[in-house]
């Protein structure tokens, strides 16, 4: 059965998408994983992974053009099979049947039920055997993360029997990463709620049922709702998770009061140069949504919020509220970043045959040329950026470490892309440095800044956390001196970084003071010998104390 695939949604203001690159060709067979294509947005340029095996019938768009979001951007399928129905009037693009010269009017027409792909699901009279009344609406549970298998509800906004609107805050949903506010998109009654608040269920099962007041959805409960996948044209595809989704989001006007508004119209705001003291919200309690900045005028801008300063705007992530009775025990429910922090790092360490080289490196030299480099103009650097540009340039020498376990194989990657681990309020995250061996010491630092300062605000987005091939955790700004981390998989090897101690050393036969750094490496013993983590560090050891080897 033929699966359509569409533009992907990968930035929240991304309208269309541009093929940079086709990585197949109509024709070619596609596993699921494959890099089918490279998606340039707005923002950046992506990998674009096909989730489907079979073969590439159809290109609906191709390299060097662009399309709008949620277009049909390839069907994938089995060879031969007729698709003429699925192609959503993309008449430039070349179809399997087309290529193996089977002329238009020979093709068979194919009802477009055979499509299997999120779509807006159809209404349709009375409500036996799972049937959706007109008006009712079946809200399932979102994907709003691409590692995201199941969500938890952290809060219900609204209860069954009230009447929401579009735009109204439904419920706060806990990913595997973070916490995001979910919006109606309808008008009518909460008629029914699926997952009870600090529940989680699957994506894509039914959350909430919203429609006329008084309706019988009891049909829909026990026969289940109908999947968005049944009668809906191609050229209405759009999936629930592409969209952006707004969170609340405090922000501090000069008057020192806070005005609410989502991160999404706030970014909004920003670009168009519009202060957000003069927009008003339409959202819900007064909330300041996208719609709101999209229908603002400059015309309604007061002199009075004219002048208000942009840096009277500050954004502050909310924190947990934990009430504890002393004295008495007390319990935190789990996070859902907690959760899968929990099952991937049990993964690794009882998967994955750890075990642990430490080596002590001389930092005198390394401090002296941090010191020269960072008297540059606009030049500031850390030691960790230090390490994280010696640590790129290692790999470079030593691909083995730089490698991943399969059950038949290992992979050895091409690319550099250093995983740095940053601690956040629930846990822990690892923003990647893709081709961090091409990398200066000035763009290291600024992109290990941006990302980490994003972690911490939870802005990060999916891609950014994905494709590492090696990892490095620093805990040495806390004053520890030596540790060992746990592997983060699909790696093979991860460094642990301590603090500079200055201590006595012995120099040229001399005892004088010196400061050193600990250095410990974890490795997967399947992939990465004793040997040859012994050779990697001692490569690193070279580049922090001799930086100039980098150079060469």
């Given at each position: 059965?033929?699966?359509?695939?569409?533009?992907?949604?990968?930035?929240?203001?991304?309208?269309?998408?541009?093929?940079?690159?086709?990585?197949?060709?109509?024709?070619?067979?596609?596993?699921?994983?494959?890099?089918?294509?490279?998606?340039?947005?707005?923002?950046?340029?992506?990998?674009?992974?096909?989730?489907?095996?079979?073969?590439?019938?159809?290109?609906?768009?191709?390299?060097?053009?662009?399309?709008?979001?949620?277009?049909?951007?390839?069907?994938?399928?089995?060879?031969?099979?007729?698709?003429?129905?699925?192609?959503?009037?993309?008449?430039?693009?070349?179809?399997?049947?087309?290529?193996?010269?089977?002329?238009?009017?020979?093709?068979?027409?194919?009802?477009?039920?055979?499509?299997?792909?999120?779509?807006?699901?159809?209404?349709?009279?009375g409500s036996a055997s799972g049937e959706i009344p007109a008006g009712v609406e079946v809200i399932?549970?979102?994907?709003?993360?691409?590692?995201?298998?199941?969500?938890?509800?952290?809060?219900?906004?609204?209860?069954?029997?009230?009447?929401?609107?579009?735009?109204?805050?439904?419920?706060?949903?806990?990913?595997?990463?973070?916490?995001?506010?979910?919006?109606?998109?309808?008008?009518?009654?909460?008629?029914?709620?699926?997952?009870?608040?600090?529940?989680?269920?699957?994506?894509?099962?039914?959350?909430?049922?919203?429609?006329?007041?008084?309706?019988?959805?009891?049909?829909?409960?026990?026969?289940?709702?109908?999947?968005?996948?049944?009668?809906?044209?191609?050229?209405?595809?759009?999936?629930?998770?592409?969209?952006?989704?707004?969170?609340?989001?405090?922000?501090?006007?000069?008057?020192?009061?806070?005005?609410?508004?989502?991160?999404?119209?706030?970014?909004?705001?920003?670009?168009?140069?519009?202060?957000?003291?003069?927009?008003?919200?339409?959202?819900?309690?007064?909330?300041?949504?996208?719609?709101?900045?999209?229908?603002?005028?400059?015309?309604?801008?007061?002199?009075?919020?004219?002048?208000?300063?942009?840096?009277?705007?500050?954004?502050?992530?909310?924190?947990?509220?934990?009430?504890?009775?002393?004295?008495?025990?007390?319990?935190?429910?789990?996070?859902?970043?907690?959760?899968?922090?929990?099952?991937?790092?049990?993964?690794?360490?009882?998967?994955?045959?750890?075990?642990?080289?430490?080596?002590?490196?001389?930092?005198?030299?390394?401090?002296?040329?941090?010191?020269?480099?960072?008297?540059?103009?606009?030049?500031?650097?850390?030691?960790?950026?230090?390490?994280?540009?010696?640590?790129?340039?290692?790999?470079?020498?030593?691909?083995?470490?730089?490698?991943?376990?399969?059950?038949?194989?290992?992979?050895?990657?091409?690319?550099?892309?250093?995983?740095?681990?940053?601690?956040?309020?629930?846990?822990?995250?690892?923003?990647?440095?893709?081709?961090?061996?091409?990398?200066?010491?000035?763009?290291?630092?600024?992109?290990?800044?941006?990302?980490?300062?994003?972690?911490?605000?939870?802005?990060?987005?999916?891609?950014?956390?994905?494709?590492?091939?090696?990892?490095?955790?620093?805990?040495?700004?806390?004053?520890?001196?030596?540790?060992?981390?746990?592997?983060?998989?699909?790696?093979?090897?991860?460094?642990?970084?301590?603090?500079?101690?200055?201590?006595?050393?012995?120099?040229?036969?001399?005892?004088?003071?010196?400061?050193?750094?600990?250095?410990?490496?974890?490795?997967?013993?399947?992939?990465?010998?004793?040997?040859?983590?012994?050779?990697?560090?001692?490569?690193?050891?070279?580049?922090?104390?001799?930086?100039?080897?980098?150079?060469?």
């Open positions: 059965m033929a699966e359509v695939i569409t533009m992907p949604r990968l930035s929240d203001t991304m309208t269309d998408g541009k093929v940079a690159k086709w990585h197949k060709k109509v024709g070619d067979a596609v596993k699921e994983g494959d890099i089918l294509a490279e998606i340039e947005t707005d923002k950046a340029v992506q990998d674009f992974e096909s989730e489907y095996n079979g073969t590439l019938l159809f290109i609906g768009t191709e390299e060097g053009g662009s399309s709008p979001v949620d277009s049909v951007l390839a069907i994938i399928g089995n060879a031969g099979e007729d698709i003429s129905a699925l192609k959503g009037g993309n008449s430039h693009s070349t179809s399997a049947t087309e290529a193996a010269g089977i002329p238009e009017e020979n093709k068979t027409e194919q009802n477009v039920t055979d499509v299997e792909t999120t779509k807006p699901v159809e209404k349709e009279e399932t549970m979102p994907r709003l993360s691409d590692t995201m298998t199941e969500g938890k509800v952290a809060k219900w906004h609204k209860k069954v029997g009230d009447t929401v609107k579009e735009g109204d805050i439904l419920a706060e949903i806990e990913t595997d990463k973070a916490v995001q506010d979910f919006e109606s998109e309808f008008n009518g009654n909460l008629l029914y709620i699926g997952t009870e608040e600090g529940g989680a269920s699957p994506v894509d099962t039914v959350l909430a049922i919203i429609g006329p007041e008084g309706t019988d959805v009891s049909g829909i409960i026990s026969g289940g709702a109908k999947k968005a996948t049944d009668k809906t044209p191609v050229a209405d595809v759009k999936s629930e998770t592409e969209k952006p989704q707004e969170t609340s989001t405090p922000v501090a006007a000069a008057t020192g009061e806070r005005i609410a508004i989502s991160p999404l119209a706030k970014k909004m705001a920003e670009d168009k140069g519009i202060d957000v003291n003069a927009l008003k919200g339409t959202g819900e309690n007064g909330r300041i949504v996208k719609k709101d900045v999209e229908g603002f005028t400059p015309s309604a801008q007061t002199p009075a919020t004219e002048s208000k300063s942009a840096a009277a705007v500050e954004t502050k992530p909310a924190q947990p509220a934990m009430n504890f009775v002393q004295g008495e025990d007390s319990e935190t429910p789990n996070s859902q970043v907690r959760n899968i922090i929990a099952k991937r790092l049990s993964e690794s360490k009882f998967t994955a045959p750890h075990y642990y080289l430490i080596v002590e490196i001389n930092m005198d030299k390394a401090i002296e040329a941090r010191k020269e480099i960072n008297s540059l103009p606009d030049t500031k650097i850390s030691f960790n950026d230090m390490v994280i540009k010696a640590t790129a340039m290692a790999l470079r020498k030593h691909p083995q470490v730089n490698s991943t376990w399969h059950a038949d194989k290992i992979v050895h990657h091409g690319n550099i892309n250093v995983g740095v681990a940053v601690a956040i309020p629930d846990g822990l995250v690892v923003p990647v440095l893709k081709n961090a061996d091409q990398m200066n010491y000035n763009q290291i630092s600024a992109a290990v800044k941006d990302m980490a300062g994003r972690a911490k605000s939870k802005g990060l987005k999916a891609n950014e956390m994905e494709g590492s091939t090696f990892s490095v955790s620093n805990l040495g700004m806390f004053g520890i001196e030596t540790f060992t981390s746990i592997i983060n998989q699909p790696n093979s090897a991860i460094l642990s970084v301590g603090a500079i101690v200055e201590k006595p050393i012995v120099k040229d036969g001399q005892i004088v003071v010196g400061n050193t750094m600990k250095l410990s490496l974890a490795c997967d013993h399947r992939v990465v010998d004793g040997a040859t983590g012994a050779q990697f560090l001692q490569t690193l050891r070279t580049y922090l104390e001799q930086p100039l080897t980098l150079l060469l």
